[in-house]
């Protein structure tokens, strides 16, 4: 099995050498000191088409693992086209995507430690999306900067600490998409934290597929979901899920589904 997971990972590594950037004109980087993570992070920024030619604000969606969400020459195994979606719609949107760590990812997207896997470094990645990056971008482009008009985005990993950052943050993500959330990965601390908030007014998108039963996926998810509602009236529609028949926890399934979820949210 080790043998087909790193064959697998080869494969997947020189396919993205061979093949040519597709992320669209309005996609741009830049890369801007995290000291939270002794680190540098390359940030790539989504406008849209009619940025330049207009004076209005924009909302604004932060996305981990920036390398998988515009161009298909920097991701692992397939882009989001978060890009070429939102560009056929006229999306009235900036996205930032930002860089995953490599073999700090874990780490960066975790709020604990898992005994298998490691982790607990969210803190410190957050802190550096609210504190570092978020103002930098506030003071680069037009946003509209409050947290109804801002959200975050992820998926397994980055779908747990999207979570988290609206627990933690409320102040300043009004909204978020949690795709096949690895909540099994911080159950009981998400748990701790979930008993601590008292109010919860984000506007949350989930999203799995059905064979991510085995995994506890769906188990987990449904229990947070059934948290939040205590937390407000489902009346108010505030939450959305979304489990795919016969799809696969993997960017084709998130590809397809960013669309529904970005117009559901925004």
Known sequence: MKKIIFLSFLFNFMLCFSQKGTASKNVSTFSIEAKQLNTKKKIWVYLPANYSHSSKKYPVIYMHDGQNIFDVKTSYSGEWNV?????????????????????????????CKNLKYNGRNADAYLDFIVNTLKPEIDKKYRTKSSPKNTAIFGSSLGGLVSFYAVLKYPNIFGKAACFSPSFWFCKNELNILMKNTKDFDTR???LCSDSEGDDDVIYNLELIEKWVNTKRCECKKMNKKVIVKGGQPNEKLWREHFKKAYLWLF
Do not use: M, W
């Open 83 to 111: 890009d070429e979606t939102l560009d056929s719609i006229s999306a009235q949107v900036i996205v930032i995507g930002i860089e995953h760590g490599g073999d700090q990812r874990i780490d960066e997207l975790t709020p």
């Open 204 to 206: 949350i998108y989930f």
